[in-house]
C-alpha cells in the first residue's frame, strides 16, 4: 500500500503527457452533457413528430454509455499505461525489486475498479435522469463494471505486446458493446447466448433493476464469469511478461 501513492503520482504524468489518454478521460463527462441536454429535447422531438416515445429506451442508451462504457475506458487507459511501461522495461525492473509485479498488478486493478464505480455513479447522478432509489441500487451492477474494467485491462495487455497493437485490440473489442445491443432487442431465453461476452452481465442487470425487476443473479454470474476470465488473462499475461 505504501508504494501505491507513488504509483499514482507517476500515473498523473503519465497521463499529462499522453493527449489520447487525456481525451478518453473526458469522455464520460462529454456523456454527461449529451445525456443531460440533448437526449431530452430529442425525446421531445421524436414524440412530437413521429409518434415515438423514446424513454423506455433509456435503459438502452444509459447501460451503453454509462454502465459499460465508462468502465471499458478506464480499463483502456490503465492497460495503456501498463503497456507504456512495459516499452520501457519497467515491469521487468519491477521483478527484481521489493514491490512484485503481482503489487503493482494488483494497484492497477484497484485503480480501475474504484474509479469506474466513481464515475459511473457520479455520471448517472449527474445526467438528472435517474431517481435517487434506483441509483443506489445501480451500486452493486457499477460494481460489476468495475470488474468488466480489469477484463478490459488484461485483455490489452494478455494480446498486445505494445501500444500499436493495444490500439488494434481496443477497436475490436466495439464487439462487447454491440452484444448487450443485440440482445436487448431479442425478447426470449436466446439472448443468453450473448452471455459469452462479459458485458452482457452489467447490462442486462441494469435493465431489469430499471424496470423493478431483481437482478442479483445477473449481478452475481457477471461478477464471477468475468472473474473467470480474469484469472486467465492474467495468467497469460504472467507468462508474456517472464519470457
Known amino acids: 500500500m505504501k508504494y501505491y501513492s507513488a504509483f499514482a503520482l507517476n500515473d498523473l504524468k503519465n497521463i499529462r503527457r499522453e493527449s489520447l ?28 413528430s413521429f409518434q415515438f416515445v423514446l424513454e423506455p429506451y433509456y435503459p438502452l442508451v444509459f447501460s ?9 475506458l478506464f ?6 499505461l501498463i503497456l507504456d511501461e512495459k516499452d520501457d522495461r519497467v515491469l521487468t525492473i519491477l521483478q527484481v525489486t521489493p514491490v512484485t509485479l503481482q503489487g503493482y498488478i ?16 457520479a455520471i448517472l447522478g449527474a445526467t438528472g435522469l435517474i431517481e435517487f432509489s434506483l ?7 457499477a460494481a460489476v463494471g468495475g470488474i468488466f474494467a480489469v477484463f478490459s485491462m488484461f485483455l490489452l495487455l494478455a494480446f498486445a505486446n505494445n501500444k500499436v ?9 466495439g464487439i462487447m458493446m454491440l452484444g448487450p445491443l443485440a440482445a436487448y432487442f431479442i425478447d426470449s431465453k436466446w439472448q443468453l447466448l450473448l452471455g459469452f461476452l462479459p458485458s452482457y452481465w452489467p ?22 464469469y468475468t472473474s473467470f476470465w480474469l484469472l486467465l488473462l492474467w495468467k497469460r499475461f504472467k507468462r508474456k511478461v517472464s519470457m
Open 21 to 48: 489518454l487525456l481525451y478518453i478521460l473526458l469522455v464520460p463527462w462529454l456523456i454527461v452533457a449529451l445525456l443531460r441536454w440533448v437526449i431530452p429535447p430529442l425525446a421531445d422531438f421524436l414524440l412530437s
Open 106 to 121: 494488483r494497484y492497477r486493478l484497484l485503480a480501475a475498479v474504484i474509479f469506474s464505480i466513481i464515475y459511473v455513479m
Open 135 to 141: 441509483w443506489v441500487r445501480i451500486l452493486p451492477i
Open 75 to 80: 480499463g483502456v487507459v490503465f492497460g495503456f
Open 203 to 224: 447490462a442486462k442487470a441494469y435493465w431489469l433493476t430499471s424496470d423493478g425487476q431483481n437482478a442479483w443473479i445477473y449481478v452475481g454470474i457477471g461478477f464471477i
Open 64 to 72: 451503453f454509455f454509462i454502465i459499460l462504457q465508462v468502465p471499458l
Open 165 to 173: 497493437e493495444g490500439l488494434a485490440i481496443m477497436k475490436g473489442m
